[in-house]
């Protein structure tokens, strides 16, 4: 089983962040960056926690037992999957002294990042020119929706939005009409995007002495990911295809299984169409005489019904899976979160990690696809409580003592546990 790396052993250890982001998008970027090894402190407002925290009416499902519970500001699954390894302080920015904490964050940390609207650093007094005053290797890294000089700017921004704009829902559905591919699936694919761009501007950082200002704008992270289909629509030959076929390989879809799962199934060369031929005959004995992709395309259908023919012979589609992955055929089971949760090959590469949590218990979190050196990163610690770590970070890192932090939290300066 592959073990866990340990923190003195992760790259970004020793790397602050001041993490002022909200929701998905940044929370996924700054949990990427926790689970390399930097110390992120995670900001939020006494009076307007994360929203990811979510509240007594939002959907059961994000609740363990299916219950928001008496305390139910720290038991929303999402917030504590997408905040694991962080630090949370409750600070509020709307008061002089609380300002005044922020910059001293600022003067100790490597990287700030946000993802409010453009120009809400600035008006609050946090922009580039500012902070880098106050810290002149600071790395700000901003996630609006839209750049500052868009029409859009002052838009609000939602990543299934995105998903629309960018064109990424035109690739999927059927005849119908599009499908989104994705509960706001452009907020992760930013996130990773901006995770990516902090180590960059370190890099620089340490190599030059300069600081950073990135601008990762959400509505525009998830075209890198479409390349050729902007590619062939720039010359006139837009690319439409079947749902679940991919243009480039036949066969490509899912198969409904005689255990009613699905099984997917592609044959992305010669090779491997022969290999899926050897089982197919069985079913079309007319299927022998094809041997090239373009003869493959001409008789797609009828492959695909050999194939709902074989797929629902099949009395267990992981079985059935494992049987054409052993001739070299790729192939996997439609899996939901249960099997997900209980899949062998996760279990051994540690990618889940059960973590316990005061008010939720002890549950598996999911962990980055990431190993070092044949060792997982991230998942270490859980999601903080809200106000769990304001104490703790307001005397090591911003050196209060411990009258001056009663005297903040008692006039809401600051959120502290016990108050």
């Not at 411990?402 to 108050?419: M, P, S, T």
Request: net charge negative.
């Amino acid at each position: 089983m592959i073990k866990r790396m340990s923190p003195d052993k992760l790259p970004l250890t020793g790397v602050r962040i001041m993490d002022m982001t909200h929701v998905w998008s940044g929370p996924m970027a700054t949990r990427v960056l926790a689970g390399l090894g930097a110390e992120v402190i995670k900001l939020e407002s006494p009076n307007k926690p994360d929203a990811l925290r979510g509240n007594k009416t939002d959907v059961a499902l994000r609740y363990p037992n299916l219950t928001p519970g008496e305390d139910s500001i720290n038991r929303n699954a999402w917030y504590n999957t997408q905040n694991v390894d962080k630090k949370g302080v409750v600070v509020d920015l709307k008061t002089a002294e609380g300002m005044d904490i922020a910059r001293q964050l600022v003067a100790t940390s490597d990287v700030v990042i946000a993802n409010y609207r453009p120009g809400v650093l600035d008006r609050m007094g946090l922009g580039f020119d500012e902070l880098k005053v106050i810290n002149p290797k600071i790395v700000l890294v901003e996630m609006p929706g839209y750049t500052a000089d868009s029409p859009q700017a002052a838009a609000p921004a939602f990543g299934a939005q995105f998903d629309a704009q960018s064109g990424a829902a035109t690739l999927t559905g059927g005849q119908d009409g599009p499908l989104l591919t994705g509960y706001a699936i452009g907020d992760p694919a930013a996130g990773l995007m901006a995770g990516n761009a902090v180590v960059t501007a370190l890099l620089r950082r340490n190599r030059t002495g300069a600081p950073g200002h990135i601008v990762l704008a959400q509505s525009e992270a998830m075209m890198p990911l479409l390349g050729e289909y902007y590619l062939a629509e720039s010359v006139g030959e837009s690319i439409r295809e079947e749902i679940n076929a991919d243009r480039r390989f036949v066969p490509h879809g899912l198969y409904r299984t005689g255990d009613g799962g699905w099984l997917a199934i592609a044959a992305t060369s010669d090779a491997q169409w022969r290999k899926l031929r050897e089982v197919l005959v069985d079913v079309d004995a007319n299927l022998a005489g094809i041997e090239t992709l373009r003869e493959r395309e001409g008789a797609a259908r009828q492959i695909d019904d050999a194939l709902r023919t074989y797929a629902a012979a099949i009395a267990d589609a992981a079985a059935g899976a494992q049987d054409l992955q052993t001739l070299g055929v790729p192939a996997a089971p439609m899996q939901g979160a249960k099997a997900i949760c209980a899949d062998p090959q996760l279990a051994h590469s540690a990618y889940f990690k059960e973590l316990q949590l005061e008010s939720v218990g002890t549950h598996s979190y999911p962990g980055l696809p990431i190993c070092i050196d044949g060792e997982r990163i991230g998942t270490r610690t859980p999601a903080p409580r809200f106000k769990e770590d304001t104490a703790a970070v307001m005397t090591k890192v911003v050196g209060l003592s411990d009258q001056q932090i009663i005297d903040l939290g008692r006039r809401g300066v600051l959120g502290l546990l016990d108050q």
